[in-house]
């Protein structure tokens, strides 16, 4: 056990807000009462606003992956001609889950590290269809990059208007521009313990007009998923199946949190973090996984230096109280991650660069002390307008 406060610099889950921990420590209520129903229906007006939706918003209870599983199920029918744009893990994760349910799945598979191409996604439509769903990533937690989404929602539109687009915005939503309406997005999923600063547990799905239309028609198996039986059940101020009422409590006072802060100052500080982590890792001579153009504002990659030890490495951060993420997939072993999305603040980072000058330099590398801190702040500053 550190006995130091561990800054925890994961993509998720985040770290808590006090006021969200102690919401979470909260006496239990009637989930079929009306202290609920006033609470679940705050949230959902609430979330719509954070998604920039007139949809609906229904909360599930279950990990971002649950999330995902509901889209999948509750809008399709096997055979259905999906397809499946990915650029890291969680995009595999999204396509595979429709091809367990029978999808019919077409992947259109970017390298590592770059966003989807519009353009190449407009080629894979027209070759081919009709198409029942387009699945994209809006922000790929593997490998740290942001996709384009307005631009790829833009192009299925055009390209294959019948298509739903189902977007995994898990790790973005909540931190960095969104317009779920304006961009045209049918089913958007998001989750807790990312942007939200709460724990994990729940899993949000905006779902458009059009959207039910298709799950009136969707045939996949499904029970605990069926996002139909979420909408009935929170007509009436409830949810098909027990919720996590605690993270509830928790969601409640974190949407105050954001609130009180304004999305556009939250878009901003990300922004600010973001600029931070990527000018610091840079100064202290790591490569950045991401194509620059497309790097995420809640998370970071960056490679591991062949001469560099990520055990030892990785030990002496811990010990000194930070903790990252590491690779995931073919990534595992070769990058490490910095998560700075939800509960995040400039000084926080600039706390993580520290460690990890520090550590650097207990490794014998030749590392200035104070110019990854200052490299990042400055990369803050200017980010905020503050610094030319
Ligand atoms: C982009 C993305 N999709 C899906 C998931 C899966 O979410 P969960 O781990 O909550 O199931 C994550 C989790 O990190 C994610 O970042």
């Keep these: 056990m550190n006995r130091f406060e561990p800054n925890l610099r994961i993509p998720g889950p985040t770290s808590l807000p006090d006021a969200v921990r102690e919401a979470g420590a909260r006496q239990m209520v009637n989930h079929r009462g009306p202290e609920f129903a006033t609470l679940q229906n705050g949230i ?4 719509k606003a954070f998604y920039k939706t007139q949809n609906d918003v229904l909360i599930v209870t279950a990990a971002g992956t649950g999330g995902l599983e509901s889209a999948i199920v509750s809008f399709l029918s096997p055979g259905d001609k999906v397809l499946a744009v990915t650029i890291g893990a969680f995009g595999d994760r999204f396509a595979k889950i429709a091809t367990v349910y029978g999808a019919n799945v077409t992947k259109l598979s970017f390298e590592w590290g770059k966003a989807a191409d519009p353009a190449k996604v407009r080629e894979a439509l027209t070759a081919d269809g009709p198409w029942k769903a387009v699945l994209l990533t809006q922000n790929e937690t593997s ?11 833009e192009v299925v539109t ?10 995994d915005a898990i790790s973005g939503l909540g931190a960095v521009p969104f317009e779920t309406d304006e961009w045209k997005l049918d089913v958007v999923v998001s989750g807790s313990q990312k942007a939200w600063m709460v724990a994990p547990g729940l899993s949000f799905v905006s779902v458009s007009p059009r ?9 996949m198996p499904k029970f605990y998923f069926d996002l139909a039986a979420h909408r009935t059940s929170a007509e ?4 098909p199946w027990t919720p996590a009422v605690a993270v509830m ?3 409640d006072v974190a949407l105050n949190m954001m609130e009180q802060e304004g999305l556009d100052d939250i878009w901003k500080r990300h922004a600010a973090v973001g600029a931070a982590v990527r000018a ?3 100064t202290l001579g790591f490569k950045l996984l991401a194509d620059p153009a497309y790097a995420s504002n809640t998370v970071t990659g960056a490679w591991i230096p062949e001469d560099l030890e990520w055990k030892a490495f990785n030990g002496k951060l811990r010990k000194l109280g930070l903790i990252v993420a590491g690779g995931q997939g073919a990534l595992k072993g070769k990058i490490f991650r910095i998560g700075h999305l939800g509960h995040v603040t400039v000084p926080s980072i600039l706390n993580a660069m ?4 520090q550590t650097l330099i207990e490794l014998g590398r030749p590392v200035v002390p104070g110019t990854a801190v200052q490299a990042a702040q400055v990369a803050a500053l200017k980010s905020l307008g503050l610094a030319k």
Excluded: H, M, S
């Design 158 to 167: 055009d390209a294959a208007p019948d298509a739903l687009v189902i977007v």
């Design 236 to 239: 009436a101020g409830q949810t």
């Design 143 to 153: 490998t740290a990059v942001t996709n384009p989404i307005k631009e790829l929602a």
């Design 354 to 357: 520290a460690v990890l000058e």
């Design 211 to 219: 959207a039910w239309d298709a799950a009136a028609a969707a045939k």
């Design 44 to 47: 959902i007006e609430r979330l």
């Design 249 to 251: 409590f928790q969601l």
């Design 280 to 282: 610091g890792l840079t």
